[in-house]
């Protein structure tokens, strides 16, 4: 039994309708991306420079020594 061939015009439609919903997804999902990198690179810039500077471990000495005498 040969199978029939398919209607090639439904076949365009239905590639075409494929291709734009993946451009869609693809559009999509590098925007937020590209929001999640904004983000993270947002937060840990501050923490870049003061390591950068070298001031990190001279911050993180006064954080420590503040929560002792909170919780003393």
Do not use: N
Not at 1 to 12: G, L, N, R, T, Y
Not at 39 to 68: D, N, Q, S
Request: no cysteine; charged share 15%; hydrophobic share 55%.
């Amino acid at each position: 039994m040969e199978k029939p061939s398919p209607d090639q015009a439904s076949v365009a439609v239905s590639s075409e309708g494929l291709v734009q919903f993946g451009v869609k997804m693809v559009t999509w999902a590098g925007q937020r991306t590209t929001k999640f990198v904004d983000a993270a690179l947002a937060a840990l810039a501050p923490a870049i420079v003061l390591k950068v500077t070298g001031l990190l471990p001279v911050l993180l000495e006064a954080v420590v020594a503040v929560a002792r005498a909170v919780t003393h």
